[in-house]
């Protein structure tokens, strides 16, 4: 039965990672995506770690590990007793994860703007392996401006990577913001793309589950504050969109 | 005939290696494309050609050697190590992954470019990343055998190309060669890739000994120290920024009281000239006659 939010257990195991003990999933923008991924989406197991068939999930935006070491520890990736020395001398939890130290973490990450250009090589591996795996690679709206999302982007639209997945958590951080919206970056070269409330688990199953037979496919996931209204910069967003519209 | 250029040869031995290794995929920006004869159109999956995206290029390679491909990455020198060097650190280092990367345009080659397409500085920074090799091949033969041994391997190899070569390929195995011997007590000179005839012709009637590597990175420490002896007067002549290899150098001889001079692309004044690479070779003391005068400041 699929879950309509992150099961406590899970959060539970997020506040070991924080040391926060509210249970405030919105604050956390990218842990209902993670959940979702692992929960009904990847084709991946703590047994599968290695297998050259698994699906595979790349968190570009390594800044933000507590939500997947969360959920990995929820599905058995590695124990639960991690969680609570992150970032200590002899934890291999980092305040950016490091693939060589933890089970199921598919790429080291911190430095923005890497996971997408790496899923575009990764899609592009197993396709022309005829392996069937997919790859999905999480950024963030802010990560977005990093110029070198703009060549993995195009890269894959050109190729039609149908194997590969971008979900763009868009919780408005971006300082200089997207007129016109994020998806339309994609669309414009040649993505599949869908818009969906990132906290919403069915549309976000529904979403990511999608492919296109022969082009990516992007998600953006718009995130809410914790009483769960569109960031505060959404309104200011809006604007600019509009205004972007209007003068196109 | 004339000779075939190192950057011939490598368009020449791709297709063959992608043909024989099938794990092998090259990654392009552009560069390099449109010379390839029909490779692109025999393997149209294993020729990746990204447009004019260094980044994305890197980050490719890094992503295909993820899923356990052995990427060959190729551009001009400075795309390749300069604008790409976080990706490098990265996408490869990081990962945990390799690929081989081969660039042309070696220091000054792209004389008439200008400063935007020469890179002295890549040998001095590829080795400061962990775990690479780095071969600076003084012959087009010497190239074939790295390339070719490298692609074998999941190693983090950097293969750097030029224009200028030596009349004839030396052993490519990674270790220090005595090429002119002479009695133990002459000052050593090693000569690094390409520049091995330059430094015997200059040296031609001193009372020097002369060595070779095409290898630079790891260097060959253990050569080094016996061809060196227990007081080392060395010079290294090495075509990139002048003392890339001293921390090396310095590092094998720690134990023995030691005279070292290095020649190469001096490192404190950007040459603002144009001209052909025997110009900035002669205005970087790096023609025979500039090796020959620090080659006598050696010999004292």
Not at chain 1, 55 to 67: E, T
Not at chain 1, 113 to 142: I, M, S, T
Not at chain 2, 112 to 128: I, K, M, N, Y
Request: charged residues 20%.
């Amino acid at each position: 039965m699929a879950t309509t939010t992150v099961p406590p257990p899970v959060l539970d195991l997020l506040s070991r990672v924080t040391g926060d003990e509210k249970h405030d999933p919105s604050s956390h923008s990218t842990l209902d995506v993670v959940w979702v991924l692992y929960d009904r989406v990847l084709d991946v197991a703590p047994d599968r770690v290695d297998d050259p068939a698994r699906d595979r999930f790349l968190l570009s935006k390594g800044h933000g590990p507590a939500s997947t070491y969360a959920v990995l520890a929820a599905k058995g990736f590695f124990p639960a007793a991690w969680l609570d020395d992150v970032a200590a001398w002899d934890s291999r939890l980092g305040h950016h994860p490091d693939r060589t130290l933890v089970p199921g973490i598919e790429i080291g990450s911190g430095s923005l703007g890497h996971g997408l250009p790496l899923a575009v090589g990764n899609a592009l591996g197993l396709r022309l392996q005829d392996n069937p795996a997919r790859v999905v690679v999480l950024v963030g709206d802010a990560e977005l401006d990093e110029g070198s999302n703009a060549e993995a982007i195009a890269v894959a639209g050109r190729f039609g990577l149908a194997n590969l997945t971008c979900v763009v958590v868009d919780n408005r951080s971006d300082n200089l913001g997207w007129p016109g919206g994020i998806a339309a970056r994609f669309a414009v070269e040649g993505w599949a793309t869908a818009d969906v409330d990132g906290h919403d688990h069915a549309a976000l199953r529904t979403a990511l589950r999608r492919s296109d037979p022969d082009r990516p496919s992007v998600v953006v996931a718009h995130t809410t504050d914790e009483f769960g209204r569109p960031h505060q910069s959404d309104l200011g967003h809006t604007t600019t969109a509009t205004a972007k519209g209007t003068a196109a | 005939m004339t000779r075939q250029t190192m950057r011939e040869r490598f368009y020449a031995d791709v297709g063959p290696l992608l043909d024989a290794e099938p794990r092998t995929a090259l990654v392009l920006a552009v560069i390099g494309s449109g010379s390839l004869g029909d490779v692109s159109a025999r393997h149209p999956e294993r020729v990746i050609d990204v447009g004019i995206r260094e980044q994305a290029m890197v980050g490719v390679a890094g992503g295909l050697a993820l899923t356990g491909l052995r990427p060959i990455v190729h551009t001009y020198a400075p795309f390749l190590v300069e604008r790409a060097y976080e990706q490098i650190k990265l996408d490869l280092g990081h990962q945990d992954v390799g690929a081989v990367l081969v660039s042309t345009g070696a220091s000054y080659d792209a004389s008439t470019a200008g400063r935007t397409h020469q890179a002295p500085a890549d040998v001095a920074l590829v080795s400061a990343l962990p775990g690479w090799t780095v071969h600076v091949p003084g012959h087009a033969d010497e190239l074939t055998r790295m390339l070719r041994r490298a692609a074998g391997t999941d190693d983090r190899v950097y293969i750097r190309m030029s224009a200028l070569q030596n009349t004839r390929a030396h052993p490519a195995d990674g270790l220090l060669h005595l090429v002119r011997g002479g009695a133990h007590v002459r000052p050593l000179v090693l000569a690094v890739g390409p520049l091995l005839d330059t430094v015997l012709e200059a040296t031609r009637d001193l009372p020097v000994r002369v060595a070779y590597t095409s290898t630079p990175h790891p260097l060959d420490t253990a050569g080094l120290r016996t061809l060196a002896g227990p007081a080392p007067v060395l010079a290294v002549v090495e075509p990139y920024l002048e003392g890339t290899s001293a921390a090396a150098v310095a590092a094998a001889l720690s134990d023995r009281a030691s005279r070292v001079a290095y020649v190469g692309v001096p490192r404190d004044v950007e040459l603002r000239r144009y001209g052909s690479p025997k110009d900035h070779a002669a205005a970087h003391g790096l023609d025979a006659m500039g090796i020959r005068a620090r080659a006598k400041e050696l010999i004292g």
